[in-house]
């Protein structure tokens, strides 16, 4: 079964930085962080592969957001530095199998997601 575990959001305040945990269970997958906002769509924030060799970034949030994996502990990291309060979203972490090398940004394609992890960021 697969299931993946969002974890780290919280309140902070703008320009603290903070680190997403999803803990990723059943089976091997390329991984992808997305957020949503009160009244907005989905949107896409970074995706890695299986092997954790290759990413992919929103253009917009290249330099402030690092997306790593431990395959060991089967756990991806969301990094999100300088947060803003339009930062602030539900965050969540979405599966594609590992042999598709799908790490776009169609959550379409991600058949599998979490339950979601709030951020909020004060002003």
């Known amino acids: 079964q697969v299931q993946l575990l969002e974890s780290g959001g919280g309140l902070v305040q703008a320009g603290d930085s903070l680190r997403l945990s999803c803990v990723v269970s059943?089976?091997?997958?390329?991984v992808a962080w997305f957020r949503q906002a009160p009244g907005k769509e989905r949107e896409f924030g970074a995706a890695?592969?299986?092997?954790?060799?290759?990413?992919n970034y929103k253009d917009s949030v290249k330099g402030r957001f690092t997306i790593s994996r431990d395959k060991a502990k089967n756990i991806v990291y969301l990094f999100v530095n300088s947060l803003k309060p339009e930062d602030t979203a539900v965050y969540y972490c979405?599966?594609?199998?590992?042999?598709?090398?799908?790490?776009?940004?169609?959550?379409?394609?991600?058949?599998?997601w979490g339950q979601g992890t709030q951020v909020t960021v004060s002003s």
């Open positions: 059943g089976g091997a997958f390329n």
């Open positions: 890695i592969s299986w092997s954790g060799g290759r990413t």
């Open positions: 979405a599966a594609s199998i590992a042999s598709t090398a799908y790490i776009g940004s169609n959550a379409a394609l991600y058949p599998y």
